[in-house]
């Protein structure tokens, strides 16, 4: 694939301006040029940026790493990660996964994945290191700046690993409340609702996880046989504010005897009418706020 020095800067974290001085001064990349003269870089100068750029956060400067070859950049990265700061190490797990997941790495990727959820746990290392790292990868998925296949192949390990916490917290079989968890019938992406689900589960709620695509005529089936206190869905996809207020007002009026949360693409929720009666919760910390609330009602 090929990619924009925007791709990169998006990719990286480092600002375009900044590759470019890194380009002229040290020879850090060298992009190919298309008919226009534009700079393109491969998936190898991709890999390489965010090699400099892991070791660049673990104190070396830039003009020493842009003279190493790429084996003794891997070399260095193996030794200078472990003794980071805990904000380095952060981004040294996020510019690592892409690039493995780039490279379509499945031992590599899921073995860090591993490491990270060891070190930090599976809910802060979805706080400093997966959802950072999906919300980089989403701006590019976006905009089909990235085939498909990778965002498969990193969604699915990062939902597999997920599978497997989840899995290993006992049912909460007399939970006092119950949660309704899914997504609208044209959302797929299902990684934040799982989260939820993770969260839910460790703070012994009962979870009814339906996950992604649910039609409403579902839900209404479900709630007329099943006592839901509470109801969560996540809408991200970009919709017409129309289509979006008509999913919302049906949902509504579906649920009229539970409650609500909602969160997802604020650029969507934010433009809906008459959603007072709707818990809307912008972060991850008034999301652990409504759990705590939810307990005490």
Known sequence: MTY?????????????????IWEQRYNALKPMRSDGNTRLYDDNQLVRLLNIVSLNQAGLKISKICKLSDQAV?????????????????????????????????????????????KLGMINS???????????????????????AHEHFLSNIIRQKFFAAINSIPLQVDAEKTW???????????????????????NKQKVIFLGSKVPTDSIAKI????????????MTKLRLKNAAQNYIDQLSEICSSTQIHLAGN????????????????????????????????
């Open 4 to 20: 924009s020095i925007s791709d990169l800067e998006q990719l990286s974290g480092i600002q375009s301006h900044t590759i470019r």
């Open 74 to 118: 891997n070399e260095l990265i193996d030794q200078h990660y472990g003794s980071s700061s805990e904000s380095e190490q952060n981004e040294f797990y996020i510019s690592q996964l892409i690039k493995y997941g780039i490279a379509f790495n499945e031992f590599s990727f899921s073995t860090l994945m591993d490491e990270a959820i060891l």
């Open 126 to 148: 979805y706080r400093l290191i997966i959802y950072p790292l999906l919300v980089r990868l989403g701006f590019m998925w976006r905009k089909d700046d990235i085939c498909p």
């Open 180 to 202: 309704l968890l899914f997504l609208p019938e044209d959302e797929d992406h299902d990684i934040g609702l799982l989260f939820a689900n993770y969260m839910l589960r460790i």
């Open 223 to 234: 709630l007329k046989n099943v006592a839901i206190d509470h109801a969560l869905l996540f």
């Open 266 to 297: 604020s650029q969507v929720i934010d433009k809906l009418e008459n959603i007072d009666h709707i818990n809307w919760f912008k972060s991850l910390d008034e999301f652990e706020n409504s759990i705590q609330k939810s307990q005490s009602l």
